[in-house]
């Protein structure tokens, strides 16, 4: 099991990055066709489904890369769609690039 304890939020979704038109723009470039909403949905996965079993992970304490790692493993324990999947790994990659406002 993955150790996700360190940087926990304690289930404080205002503290999470707010998706912009710019991390749109970006999660494009690996995502066709990703759009503001698309990304304002992932983030509402995350708090919805995620803070159900811990606190809230402040994206930026891991980099891009080892989010869908983590997400896939998670997922396992859920019963979540695919689409639920590519939402919630779309949001944690591009708001762990995103600039930091706390």
């Not at 996700?4 to 999660?27: F, I, K, Y």
């Not at 402040?58 to 869908?68: K, L, S, V």
């Not at 493993?73 to 689409?83: A, D, P, V, Y």
Request: glycine residues 10%; contains cysteine; neutral net charge.
């Amino acid at each position: 099991m993955v150790a996700l304890t360190g940087g926990v939020l304690a289930g404080c979704a205002a503290r999470l990055p707010e998706p912009s038109v710019a991390d749109a723009a970006r999660a494009a470039k690996v995502w066709p066709g990703t759009t503001l909403d698309d990304l304002h949905r992932g983030k509402q996965q995350y708090v919805q489904r995620c803070s159900g079993c811990h606190g809230l992970i402040d994206p930026h304490q891991f980099q891009a890369g080892r989010w869908p790692g983590f997400v896939k493993e998670m997922s396992g324990k859920l019963s979540i769609s695919s689409n639920e999947v590519v939402d919630l790994t779309r949001y944690l990659v591009v708001a762990s690039e995103s600039p930091q406002t706390h």
